[in-house]
């Protein structure tokens, strides 16, 4: 079980609230992914859950139990740091230990959940060295052990990977996947990666200055999003933003499309501009257009190689069933 | 082969200043130690100058080791040592944590704590000597007298007056007595070398990382657990720093000897060198030799007992 559950939760620190009154509900066995710019509140949130930061007021509730006054370590969550946090004095077994050293498990249970975990986390041959002795991922690897043996209602991750290099960074969101799918328990993860929010969540938070701007599915924000700032920040490269004249044939303040929903022709295109820089990735080409007289720059997505290059004339046309339509308030018009 | 030996040249100059700075002295020391060799005397007037024709052998050695004061300032060089690092290690720890947290008026706390470090020794003992520890006109004798005074006051009341009269009279301490005078300088010198501790312990927990403590709440580790598991073992290596410089600083305390007692009852190895010196340099040098050996005895000893307890 780990169901939890935020009711007009606030934070302030001194004068200032970085957390407005704010309810949100995570459900039991749910992958929940926040993600936002950075400084808008994503930690903090992370950080009151756990019982690390106090509300200002409103109440956290874990299955149904209100624990907003109840010490962090009594409420049953793990949580992994972005900097491992591990014990640099304790070998990688002790580190693993230590939360049922502190919990007072007999020593065959420890022996056995140790062994348990170094099993599955390919730590069996690490296990008497020295934090200082492990690589970048093997550290992760030592601090998700460290909470796995727990057995916590719910892990909280605070960008766990962010110290990682691309390649591992791979490897280690698909261990954790993995993980969720094995042991089906609540995790609450925050990122800056797109990717990770993306393919790792059941659930997507989107922050923005300690508001939740939207809460869906990876696909429900993708196919509509709530408003200007989700649809901005969700997929990559960023969507389109047009405004003016073209928008006022939507009969919208603000329209936008996607760089995979504009399609290159080669003549009878909608819009027409110049290729600014083109990237060629081989399987995708993205291009930045200029001077279609619509917005500074469109970005568009052809797939495969298209032999275009910088100073080119590109015709564009977008597909009218993909465009989405924004009012005055910056709100989704349906 | 050349890119290092222009390196080597380099350090070269700093190396033979070290040995010449280190070696110099030991040497003639040495040297000392197996010669006769004295300041005054009328009927050997040929051994009040240094030469190998004076050669005595170990017969200096021979003489300090048959000196009734010898062993008794051995003795006393380890317990002073021993006792001061022990409750400036156990103070400064204590002191460092509770003052890590933040609270008002913390800055000036600090500037306060390390102050007495800023008192010269002869000054904190003749301070402390008269001033405090004196068993009528210091702190001490006027806090024994205010007691004695209370209780005597206090028989005389009526419920608990019967209680009262079952104390006895508190009697004063007399610090330049043989048997106190040791702890006497122990307990000046810890208070002036506690706020060396504190400054270095704190300085360890200001680099202390956050989140390795944010882990220990979550898992579960209390105020004593975080303690023990974190914050003593990062405080391994600055106690075995604060452990090493004291040691080395306190086997050879002398002016806190000298104002207390005058070594009446308390001689450590300094002092006694000190007495020998006064005529006889051989023996003194003997006793010097004597002193280092002790010095690297307990700085292996110390070092060993630190890194097993601490660095696990
Ligand atoms: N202890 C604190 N005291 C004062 N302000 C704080 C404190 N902790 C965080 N803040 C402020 O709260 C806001 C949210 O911080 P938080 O760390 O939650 O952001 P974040 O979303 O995790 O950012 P990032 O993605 O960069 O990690 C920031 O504006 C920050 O300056
Ligand atoms: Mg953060």
Redesign the pocket.
């Known amino acids: 079980m780990g169901q939890i559950e935020l009711t007009s939760v606030t934070k302030s ?2 004068d ?1 609230q ?1 957390i407005p009154p704010l309810d949100l509900t995570i459900e039991d066995g749910e992958f929940a992914v926040f993600v ?10 992370l950080r009151l859950i756990a019982g690390l930061e106090d509300t200002t007021s409103g109440t956290v509730a874990i299955d149904g139990e209100d624990v907003t006054q109840v010490s962090p370590s009594k409420r049953g969550l793990s949580m992994v740091f972005q900097t491992y946090a591990l014990y640099p004095h304790m070998t990688v077994r002790k580190n693993i230990a230590f939360p049922m050293r502190m919990a007072g498990l007999s020593d065959d249970e420890q022996k056995k959940r140790i062994a348990a975990a170094a099993e599955s986390l390919n730590l069996t041959d690490y296990l008497d060295r020295k934090p200082g002795q492990l690589s970048g991922g093997q550290r992760q690897r030592v601090a998700i052990g460290r909470a796995i043996v727990r057995d916590p209602k719910a892990f909280l991750f605070d ?1 766990p990977l962010s110290n990682l290099d691309a390649a591992l960074r791979v490897g280690m969101r698909l261990e954790i996947t993995e993980m969720h799918e094995r042991m089906k328990t609540t995790m609450i993860y ?1 990122t ?1 990666d797109q990717v990770e929010a993306m393919t790792m969540a059941d659930k997507i938070v989107v ?1 923005q200055a ?1 508001v939740i701007e939207q809460v869906g599915s990876p696909i429900e924000l993708y196919e509509a999003p709530k408003n200007l700032f989700v649809a901005g920040f969700i997929g990559s490269p960023k969507m389109n933003f047009i405004e003016g004249e073209e928008a006022a044939k939507h009969s919208a303040k603000t329209i936008g499309i996607r760089p995979e929903h504009i399609d290159v022709v080669e003549s009878g295109g909608q819009w027409k501009g110049t290729v600014g820089v083109a990237e060629h990735l081989g399987s995708d080409t993205f291009f930045h257009v200029h001077g279609t007289g619509l917005a500074e720059t469109l970005t568009v997505r052809a797939v495969g190689n298209v032999a275009l290059k910088h100073g080119d004339k590109i015709e564009l046309n977008p597909r009218a069933a993909e465009v989405h339509r924004f009012d005055q308030a910056e709100l989704r018009i349906a | 082969m050349s890119d290092r030996r222009l390196p080597r040249l380099l350090q070269t100059p700093a190396v033979i200043l070290l040995l010449i700075w280190m070696l110099i002295p030991l040497g003639m020391t040495l040297y000392f130690s197996f010669i006769r060799y004295v300041l005054n005397s009328l009927r050997r007037p040929e051994w009040t100058s240094p030469s190998l024709s004076n050669w005595r052998g170990f017969g200096n050695y021979e003489f300090v080791l048959n000196n009734k004061d010898f062993f008794f300032a051995i003795q006393n060089s380890l317990l002073i040592v021993c006792s001061i690092l022990f409750a400036t290690v156990i103070l400064g720890v204590a002191i460092a944590v509770l003052i890590n947290k933040a609270f008002a008026g913390r800055g000036i706390v600090r500037v306060l704590l390390i102050s007495p470090f800023f008192v010269m020794p002869a000054v904190n003992a003749v301070l402390w000597i008269n001033m405090i520890l004196d068993p009528v006109l210091g702190l001490q004798g006027i806090a024994v007298a205010g007691i004695n005074e209370f209780i005597d006051g206090m028989r005389a009341a009526p419920v608990v007056g019967g209680f009262f009269s079952l104390w006895p009279e508190l009697e004063p301490i007399s610090f330049r007595a043989t048997q106190t005078s040791a702890w006497a300088v122990i307990i000046m010198v810890t208070w002036q070398w506690t706020p060396f501790a504190v400054l270095i312990f704190m300085t360890s927990l200001q680099s202390e990382d956050q989140q390795q403590k944010e882990a220990a709440i979550l898992d579960g580790a209390g105020a004593w657990s975080q303690f023990r598991f974190l914050i003593l073992p990062h405080l391994g290596r600055p106690i075995a720093i604060v452990v090493m410089i004291q040691a080395i600083f306190h086997l050879s305390l002398y002016a806190e000897i000298e104002i207390v007692s005058r070594g009446n009852g308390n001689k450590n190895l300094p002092y006694l060198i000190g007495e020998f010196a006064n005529n006889n340099i051989g023996a003194a040098s003997a006793t010097g030799i004597f002193a280092v050996i002790l010095a690297n005895i307990v700085a292996i000893f110390l070092l060993r007992m630190i890194g097993k307890t601490l660095m696990e």
Do not use: D, I, W, Y
């Not at chain 1, 936002?36 to 949130?45: A, R, V």
């Open positions: 620190f001194g200032v970085v936002g710019p950075s400084g808008c509140g994503k930690s903090t949130l960008e925050v800056h922050l300690g």
